[in-house]
C-alpha cells in the first residue's frame, strides 16, 4: 500500500474543498521530472551512491520505500489522467461534467494536477496532427514521454464502447518511434528454456538505449539469425520496441569485419550434450535430455516454485540455481526434502533466512488444484488450462487417467493440448515424481462440482457472469471460482451475450453497461442465495 507513499508528493492536495463529491476516487500515473531526477542522480553520486538509471525506475522505486519520509525527499510529480468513483450525492458539485475533458477541467479546479498539453481534437486528421506535434515538441517537455492516448471525449459514449477484459474500447495508445543505437555483438550464446527450448542470445557491448543500458537481446531462434545474417563481431541497430523489450532492428553490412563467420546453429545441448532436434520446419530448437539436462530442471523448479503457481516465496533464481549445482534437489519434489542444516551452508543464508525460506516452502504445501496442474510445467497448460483441468476433473488422480477424447471436449482444450496432458500424466518418471509431491505432504483444494441430478448438466452451464465492485463475504477470486464450479464462464467485459452482473460495493460503469443492455442485475445478497 503506497497511499502514503503518495500524500507526499508535494503537488497533490491533502484535501478538496467544498465542491468536491462526496466519494472521488481518481487515477494518475506518478512521475519524475527530468530536472529532478538529475538533482536526484547528483545527489546520489555526491554520497558515493548508485545513480539511477531512469526517471521511470528512480519513480517507482521512491514508491516502493517503506519509510514515507525518504518518498518525500524524491522530486516526484503525477498527474491525474481520469476518474474510476463520482459519488454526488450531497449535490456539491451540481451538474456532473458529460465529457472526458470537462471532467478533467473540473478536477485541476478541485486542485489535483492535470497534464498542461491535454487537448481536444476532432476526427483522425486532428489526432494525427495532435501526434505530431507532441513528437515534434517532446525533447522540449520537461518530463519523459514515450507516446500519446486518444480518448472519445464524451463520457456516454465511452460507457457505451464499454472494456475488453484488460482494456478499455474507447482508448488507444499511439507510440512514438524507439529509440535507436548502434553497437557491437561481443558473443552469440544459447539460453535452454524449461520445455528444452534452445534460444540464441547476443551478448552486445553494453549501449544505452531508451532510458537503459542493454547488453544482452534474445535472437529468438534459428530463422531469426538467418533472417539478420547476424554475425560476432557485427555493428547492429538496437532499439527497445515500445520502449521496453530490447531488439536489434537490422546489422549495419558495410561495418562487417573481414572475419566474420555465420553463426552455426549448435547441435547439441551446450548444457548437458544431448541432441538438438528441430521443430517446425527447423525453426525450433530443442534439447532432446529433458531431465537429464540441468537447465531445464532449473527452470522446471523455478516455474514450479513461481508466483503464480506453488507461490514459494523468497526461492529465487540463484538459490534454485545453487540448490541444482550443488546436487541438493533434482526436481520440485525434492523442496520438501530440505531441512535447516541443508540449506543454512548454502552462499548467503544465515539462521533467520534459513527459516523463512523452509517456512515458505511448508506454506506452499497446502495448494489450489489449479496452481498445482500450472506449477507441474505440463507443455501447452497455461493459467486458464489448468483451471479447466482442475474444474472438470476435481482430482489430480482422475487427470492421470483421461484420454485425449475426453480432454478435447473440454473448452479450448484441442488435439495438441490434450496430447500433450496424456504424455505427461503417462510419463513414469513425472508420476513418479507427483507421488513423491503428495508423500511429502503436498494437498490441494479437491474441486467438487455441483450438478443438478448425477451425470446431469452443471446448474449454470452456457451462462456468461460478470463480476463487479467489492463482495464483503467473499474475494472476487473466490466468486469466481464458484460460479466455474457451477458451470459459469466468467468474463471481464460485458455484453449483450451477457447471462448475469453480480453487483458489489462500489460498483462502476459496468453495472452502468448492464442497465442499459438490459442484462440482469443481481446484488451480493442474490448471489450468495444464488450459490
Not at 63 to 87: C, E, H, K, N
Not at 319 to 331: C, G, M, Q, R, W
Request: hydrophobic share 40%.
Amino acid at each position: 500500500n503506497i497511499t502514503q507513499n503518495v500524500k507526499t508528493i508535494k503537488s497533490l492536495p491533502l484535501s478538496l474543498g467544498k465542491r468536491a463529491p462526496a466519494r472521488l476516487e481518481v487515477r494518475g500515473e506518478v512521475f519524475m521530472p527530468l530536472a529532478g531526477f538529475a538533482a536526484l542522480n547528483q545527489r546520489q553520486l555526491d554520497a558515493d551512491k548508485k545513480a539511477y538509471v531512469n526517471p521511470r525506475n528512480a519513480a517507482a522505486g521512491s514508491l516502493r520505500q517503506l519509510d514515507s519520509a525518504m518518498t518525500a525527499q524524491r522530486p516526484l510529480d503525477v498527474f491525474i489522467y481520469a476518474v474510476g468513483v463520482f459519488d454526488d450525492t450531497e449535490g456539491a458539485v451540481g451538474v456532473k461534467p458529460e465529457t472526458h475533458h470537462a471532467m478533467l477541467m473540473y478536477l485541476a479546479e478541485l486542485g489535483l494536477p492535470i497534464c498542461p498539453i491535454v487537448e481536444v481534437v476532432s476526427g483522425v486528421d486532428g489526432c494525427v496532427d495532435y501526434y505530431q506535434r507532441t513528437g515534434a515538441s517532446r525533447d522540449q517537455l520537461p518530463y519523459e514521454i514515450d507516446g500519446i492516448v486518444y480518448k472519445l471525449n464524451r463520457l456516454d459514449w465511452q460507457r457505451a464502447a464499454g472494456f475488453i477484459a484488460k482494456a478499455p474500447r474507447w482508448a488507444l495508445a499511439h507510440k512514438f518511434p524507439a529509440q535507436e543505437r548502434t553497437t557491437i555483438v561481443a558473443d552469440i550464446d544459447t539460453q535452454v528454456g524449461r520445455t528444452g527450448a534452445i534460444t540464441p542470445v547476443a551478448r552486445l557491448e553494453p549501449v544505452f538505449v531508451g532510458g537503459v543500458t542493454v547488453s544482452n537481446v534474445t535472437l529468438h531462434n534459428k530463422s531469426e539469425i538467418e533472417r539478420l545474417d547476424i554475425r560476432v563481431g557485427d555493428t547492429v541497430i538496437v532499439r527497445r520496441a515500445g520502449d521496453v523489450i530490447p531488439q536489434i532492428v537490422s546489422v549495419v553490412s558495410e561495418a562487417r569485419p573481414a572475419n566474420a563467420h555465420p553463426y552455426e546453429f549448435p547441435l547439441v545441448c551446450p548444457i548437458c550434450a544431448s541432441d538438438v532436434l528441430f521443430e517446425g520446419a527447423g525453426i525450433i530448437a530443442r534439447c532432446s535430455g529433458g531431465f537429464r539436462c540441468a537447465a531445464q530442471r532449473k527452470q522446471a523448479i523455478k516455474h514450479f516454485a513461481s508466483r503464480k503457481a506453488m507461490d514459494i516465496d523468497g526461492l529465487g533464481d540463484k538459490i534454485v540455481d545453487a540448490l541444482v549445482d550443488e546436487k541438493l534437489i533434482h526436481d520440485a519434489a525434492d523442496l520438501y526434502t530440505l531441512n535447516a542444516e541443508t540449506v543454512i551452508n548454502l552462499e548467503g543464508f544465515a539462521e533467520k533466512s534459513t527459516d523463512k525460506l523452509l517456512a515458505s516452502i511448508g506454506a506452499s504445501k497446502k495448494a489450489e488444484l489449479s496452481r498445482l496442474i500450472f506449477g507441474l510445467g505440463v507443455p501447452q497448460v497455461g493459467e486458464t488450462t489448468a483451471e479447466q483441468l482442475a474444474e472438470h476433473f476435481g482430482y489430480l488422480e482422475k487427470i492421470y487417467t483421461a484420454k485425449a477424447e475426453e480432454l478435447e471436449r473440454l473448452p479450448d482444450i484441442g488435439p495438441i493440448v490434450a496430447q500433450s496432458v496424456v504424455d505427461y500424466f503417462g510419463s513414469q518418471a513425472n508420476q513418479e515424481m507427483l507421488k513423491r509431491l503428495l508423500d511429502a505432504g503436498v494437498e490441494y483444494d479437491k474441486v467438487v462440482t455441483i450438478s443438478r441430478e448425477e451425470g446431469g448438466e452443471l446448474p449454470l452451464a452456457g451462462q456468461t457472469f460478470v463480476l463487479t465492485g467489492a463482495l464483503s463475504s467473499m474475494s472476487r477470486s473466490d466468486a469466481k471460482k464458484e460460479l466455474q464450479k457451477l458451470g459459469a464462464k466468467v468474463t471481464g467485459s460485458v455484453s449483450k451475450n451477457t447471462s448475469c452482473v453480480v453487483v458489489g460495493a462500489d460498483a462502476g460503469s459496468k453495472a452502468r453497461k448492464a442497465v442499459e443492455l438490459g442484462v440482469k442485475v443481481i446484488d451480493e445478497d442474490e448471489f450468495t442465495a444464488m450459490l
